[in-house]
């Protein structure tokens, strides 16, 4: 088998991502090239759809601060494992690299628990021990 100069990577986008670029399916696939040794990073995914979908410069990576890293507001899943955190260095695990996952992304979601009524006045909601619900 000749040696592949690319990886197909499947990307889960969500719902307003695929609106912008006009997507019907939640899945697209990528090729991204596969450098020497074969480690393939979330910011060459990104890069591979900034590629592809031009319309998405700008939204899945912050490039205004000068590190390079993902963007508040949306998470990088690839199987159970967040690679957010790990940020556009992050290496695709074997299965996402070789097209058996898909690498999820996904824009956060925000809220919190809504307050309760007692005694018709609002009261935020509590800890069991007392403290702020949201710790």
């Not at 007692?118 to 403290?131: L, V």
């Amino acid at each position: 088998m000749p040696p592949r100069h690319s990886a197909r990577i499947h990307v889960h986008l969500p719902g307003h991502l695929r609106r912008l670029v006009g997507l019907a399916s939640t899945v697209v696939t990528v090729d991204v090239p596969l450098p020497i040794g074969g480690v393939v990073t979330v910011g060459d995914v990104v890069a591979a759809l900034e590629r592809v979908y031009p319309a998405l410069r700008g939204t899945l990576r912050d490039a205004g601060s000068g590190v390079r890293r993902v963007r508040p507001h949306i998470r990088v899943f690839a199987g159970s494992e967040d690679l957010t955190t790990s940020g556009l260095s992050a290496v695709l695990p074997p299965a996402v690299r070789d097209g058996l996952e898909p690498l999820r992304i996904l824009g956060a979601i925000a809220g919190g628990a809504q307050p309760t009524r007692t005694r018709g006045r609002r009261s935020a909601q509590r800890a069991p021990d007392g403290g702020p619900a949201w710790r």
